[in-house]
């Protein structure tokens, strides 16, 4: 592969970035404070073709691939990982369902909404008792004439509260069984559909995290997404995007919190001294640069498999473990670095510590992507 980003890709990594700067930045604590989402940053993004990266032109999108995507959600989290993990789960859960599985009367009714931000997507698989044995649901649709009620719940769905529409997984099948669940897209406003409780996070806490409740919730089987029993292999597609996706964000976490550690050991002097000169900051630099670089690499190589058409689980499942891992080593070595500094809200690095951890753990944790890496080696 070509490691030189393309012009256009340059282009689109100084437009977000020049995004972030202005107009995300000054609000950072702000609304990691309060906990807030702020939807009208996202309707700009979607003015821009940010939240709609992947969606073709006639649909109202960029049109662009995964480099363009790497580095819109990379830029953005080097800033505020909340607001870089909203445009990816906008951009490759929801919308990224819909483009891979929707009909063509589906497609031209959510896409156009989807891509320009008019509606933020929310994306539910996840349970409180069944995060990773997803065979498990309790959340079921079951058929009733020409139409599909839908009973139960789903935990820590991104915008569950602000999103316009979800694409959700529900059982249509037997527990443990083979094929058993069927995915759906349900409006908000939906009779028998509401948000519950938002979550209360350690970071991320201007990415809106809540339930999404259904209690008997009747939609046409016009919603239903492909075909019935085939909602966990397509959620498994999805996620193998989902993957790069976190696999760019913990990048770009990672990122802003090593140059602002490289920055900051080069202005805070101790003993008349930088303490970049100091050899247990400058090794600490070294082992934050070196695994930055070597979860790049692989992140890279995940998008170029994407762009191509090519099997992607293993490497996307390889990028965001190891991405993920290194955005909170070297979060955590930005804080030391910072010293009592860095344990203030009066510096970024304090910030993209708490961040850093989410990414370990949503969309598949840490083992999950063992799991999956171990059996694709195992095949061989």
Same mark, same amino acid.
């Given at each position: 592969?070509?490691?030189?980003?393309?012009?256009?890709?340059?282009?689109?990594?100084?437009?977000?970035?020049?995004?972030?700067?202005?107009?995300?930045?000054?609000?950072?604590?702000?609304?990691?404070?309060?906990?807030?989402?702020?939807?009208?940053?996202?309707?700009?993004?979607?003015?821009?073709?940010?939240?709609?990266?992947?969606?073709?032109?006639?649909?109202?999108?960029?049109?662009?691939?995964?480099?363009?995507?790497?580095?819109?959600?990379?830029?953005?989290? =080097?800033?505020?990982?909340?607001?870089?993990?909203?445009?990816?789960?906008?951009?490759?859960?929801?919308?990224?369902?819909?483009?891979? *599985?929707?009909?063509?009367?589906? !497609?031209?009714?959510?896409?156009?909404?989807?891509?320009?931000?008019?509606?933020?997507? &929310?994306?539910?698989?996840?349970?409180?008792?069944?995060?990773?044995?997803?065979?498990?649901? =309790?959340?079921?649709?079951?058929?009733?004439?020409?139409?599909?009620?839908?009973?139960?719940?789903?935990?820590?769905?991104?915008?569950?509260?602000?999103?316009?529409?979800?694409?959700?997984?529900?059982?249509?099948?037997?527990?443990?069984?083979?094929?058993?669940?069927? &995915?759906?897209?349900?409006?908000?406003?939906?009779?028998? *559909?509401?948000?519950?409780?938002?979550?209360?996070?350690?970071?991320?806490?201007?990415?809106?995290?809540?339930?999404?409740?259904?209690?008997?919730?009747?939609?046409?089987?016009?919603?239903?997404?492909?075909?019935?029993?085939?909602?966990?292999?397509?959620?498994?597609?999805?996620?193998?995007?989902?993957?790069?996706?976190? &696999?760019?964000?913990?990048?770009?976490?990672?990122?802003?919190?090593?140059?602002?550690?490289?920055?900051?050991?080069?202005?805070?002097?101790?003993?008349?001294?930088?303490?970049?000169?100091?050899?247990?900051?400058?090794?600490?630099? &070294?082992?934050?640069?070196?695994?930055?670089?070597?979860?790049?690499?692989?992140?890279?190589?995940?998008?170029?498999? =994407?762009?191509?058409?090519?099997?992607?689980?293993?490497?996307?499942?390889?990028?965001?473990?190891?991405?993920?891992?290194?955005?909170?080593?070297?979060?955590?070595?930005?804080?030391?670095?910072?010293?009592?500094?860095?344990?203030?809200?009066?510096?970024?690095?304090?910030?993209?510590?708490?961040?850093?951890?989410?990414?370990?753990?949503?969309?598949?944790?840490?083992?999950? !992507?063992?799991?999956?890496?171990?059996?694709?080696?195992?095949?061989?």
């Amino acid at each position: 592969m070509d490691f030189q980003l393309s012009e256009l890709t340059q282009q689109v990594a100084h437009t977000a970035r020049d995004f972030a700067q202005r107009h995300i930045k000054p609000h950072i604590m702000e609304w990691d404070e309060a906990q807030e989402f702020p939807v009208h940053i996202f309707k700009e993004l979607g003015k821009m073709g940010m939240m709609g990266v992947f969606v073709p032109h006639e649909y109202g999108g960029a049109g662009l691939g995964y480099f363009e995507y790497k580095v819109v959600i990379e830029e953005i989290a =080097k800033v505020c990982g909340s607001i870089g993990l909203s445009v990816a789960a906008h951009n490759s859960l929801c919308t990224g369902h819909m483009l891979l *599985f929707g009909n063509e009367e589906q !497609q031209h009714k959510y896409l156009p909404k989807l891509a320009t931000a008019e509606w933020i997507g &929310a994306w539910g698989l996840t349970e409180a008792n069944t995060g990773s044995d997803a065979g498990n649901m =309790k959340c079921t649709a079951l058929k009733d004439g020409n139409d599909w009620v839908i009973n139960g719940t789903k935990n820590w769905i991104t915008h569950g509260k602000s999103g316009n529409v979800a694409i959700v997984i529900c059982r249509t099948g037997e527990p443990r069984t083979k094929d058993n669940s069927t &995915a759906f897209v349900v409006e908000m406003g939906t009779k028998g *559909f509401v948000a519950g409780k938002k979550e209360n996070k350690l970071g991320m806490r201007a990415s809106e995290t809540a339930e999404l409740i259904f209690d008997n919730c009747r939609i046409p089987d016009a919603n239903r997404l492909g075909e019935v029993g085939d909602g966990f292999r397509q959620a498994m597609k999805v996620l193998d995007g989902g993957r790069i996706s976190i &696999a760019s964000l913990s990048l770009g976490i990672a990122k802003g919190a090593y140059e602002a550690a490289l920055k900051y050991s080069q202005e805070r002097y101790q003993f008349d001294k930088p303490i970049s000169s100091f050899q247990g900051v400058s090794f600490k630099l &070294a082992d934050m640069a070196t695994e930055i670089q070597a979860a790049e690499l692989l992140t890279l190589q995940a998008c170029d498999l =994407k762009n191509r058409g090519e099997y992607v689980t293993k490497v996307a499942a390889m990028a965001k473990y190891y991405a993920s891992e290194v955005a909170v080593k070297v979060a955590n070595d930005a804080v030391q670095i910072f010293g009592g500094y860095g344990y203030t809200k009066d510096f970024p690095v304090e910030k993209h510590y708490r961040d850093a951890k989410l990414c370990t753990i949503g969309e598949g944790t840490s083992e999950i !992507q063992k799991i999956v890496i171990s059996r694709e080696e195992l095949k061989r």
